[in-house]
């Protein structure tokens, strides 16, 4: 249709150039006035023909590209980006191997501690006293006793990567750090500390198979904390592997299992390895312009058996957890838990109680726990905030299956005030005043204050 519009166009051209030549034109000042319109209408459609012919070509190469595309693409593809050439990730982005993109970042802390004991220095050495566990309060010693020490083994890392393979959605992260017994020196000379596995999993659309916090805790609650843990009595806290489902609000597990058990008349803490099997959770997380709530559950099966005096015995656990954060203002806010059950001592309070006791048969018996927190935490000022914290943990014994040894009650009380002087850098300093309390009445406090740095990347 082109070539036929020019060839048109050309032998009016030459038409008009004829009439140019003719010997027999009456005026020749009128013929070459309509002569020099004729061309200009000429000229204007020779540039709208090219117009037209350059935009032919541009479809035909585009349609070209679109037959290569669908001739090579995949027969199953991946959904595709709302981009499809992204530009290279920045550093705080991450980089990109193959389909994933990998991050790499964490923390360095050092912390100071300057602690008096009531009853005297901890039996298990240092490493207890560098974050707190209730269960690790000294009771009855002759003199009290004050130790200060210095450490970085909170120090943190982790890699995450994150892509998409065969039209999944495939995710892992490691992490590490290495608040563990100290390596094989002392702090004579290097203070060594060997790194310890913290989290390990894989992530596939929205499934978790791993190493995780349990399914029956909220991290996000937690309060901010110059402490390793802070809120130690009164929190869920346990990190093991679990195969987790979640979709939406709505996430279930199987995790896990081990029992602790009270010896019968008390004793040295038995870890059962004999469980059959895991342990279930549920959790439902709720989200709202004033804060969130979380509830979760768990049923668990304990299990002890020792060939050698004839005990094989099995019993339930089961436990109920709330929690909250609450929005106060535009800046602060408040943190709540509250948690209850039978034969869950070892997922609530550092394993302050065990799940459950021998009685006189040998029989298993769950030892009931009811534990929580609060935390209030103000913002002073820009890179200026605080930390109001009290937890607390009261258990249901028999004390005729678990004599008066046993642990009873346990509480803390903490107060700090932290700053932030550039982003990712934070200093502060804590003071902490915690008991506790066996079923004698005896009891047992510290009181601490920690001076800590950190930087974050």
């Known amino acids: 249709m082109i070539k036929s519009r020019l060839s048109a166009v050309l032998s009016a051209g030459a038409a008009s150039a004829a009439l140019l030549c003719a010997p027999d034109i009456a005026s020749a000042q009128s013929s070459q006035a309509a002569l020099e ?105 002759a003199d009290e006793d004050t130790a200060t020490d210095f450490n970085a083994r909170q120090t943190r890392f982790w890699l995450t990567t994150d892509g998409m393979v065969g039209g999944h959605k495939i995710g892992t992260r490691m992490e590490m750090d290495f608040q563990t017994l100290p390596g094989a020196g002392d702090q004579r000379t290097t203070s060594p500390a060997n790194p310890a596995l913290r989290r390990a999993f894989i992530t596939i659309d929205n499934w978790l198979i791993g190493q995780e916090w349990t399914n029956f805790q909220n991290t996000a609650v937690l309060p901010e904390s110059a402490d390793f843990i802070g809120a130690a009595e009164g929190t869920v806290f346990a990190r093991q592997v679990q195969v987790r489902y979640t979709r939406g609000p709505f996430s279930v597990s199987v995790e896990n299992p081990e029992t602790t058990v009270t010896p019968f008349g008390g004793g040295t803490r038995l870890v059962a390895d004999d469980n059959s099997l895991p342990d279930f959770t549920a959790r439902y997380a709720v989200s709202r312009p004033w804060g969130d709530v979380q509830f979760a559950g768990l049923l668990r099966q304990l299990k002890y058996q020792n060939p050698a005096s004839n005990i094989d015995s099995t019993a339930t656990g089961w436990g109920l957890s709330a929690s909250t954060k609450i929005k106060v203002g535009s800046k602060d806010d408040l943190r709540l838990m509250v948690t209850g059950g039978e034969g869950i001592g070892r997922y609530v309070g550092l394993n302050f109680s065990n799940d459950a006791v021998l009685d006189a048969s040998g029989e298993l018996d769950a030892i009931g726990v009811v534990a929580g927190f609060a935390a209030y935490r103000h913002v002073w000022a820009p890179g200026w905030r605080s930390s109001l914290i009290w937890s607390g943990q009261n258990v249901d014994n028999d004390t005729r299956f678990t004599g008066l040894s046993a642990n009873r009650s346990a509480q803390s009380i903490h107060a700090n005030l932290i700053w932030s002087p550039v982003t990712a850098f934070d200093v502060g300093a804590e003071l902490m005043f915690a008991d506790r309390e066996i079923e004698t009445g005896a009891s047992g406090d510290l009181t601490r204050l920690i001076l800590f740095a950190k930087y974050g990347f």
Do not use: C, M, W
């Not at 117009?51 to 585009?62: L, P």
């Open 37 to 141: 319109a004729r061309i200009a209408q000429l000229e204007a459609e020779l540039n709208a023909l090219k117009g037209e012919v350059v935009a032919a070509r541009t479809q035909q190469a585009a349609q070209a590209q679109d037959i290569i595309r669908l001739e090579t693409r995949p027969a199953n593809p991946a959904p595709a980006p709302v981009q499809q050439t992204a530009a290279p990730a920045s550093l705080s982005e991450g980089f990109r191997i193959g389909d994933h993109t990998v991050k790499f970042g964490g923390f360095v802390k050092v912390d100071a501690y300057a602690t008096r004991y009531s009853g005297g220095d901890p039996a298990n050495g240092d490493s207890l006293r560098e974050f707190h566990i209730p269960g690790s309060i000294p009771i009855g010693g």
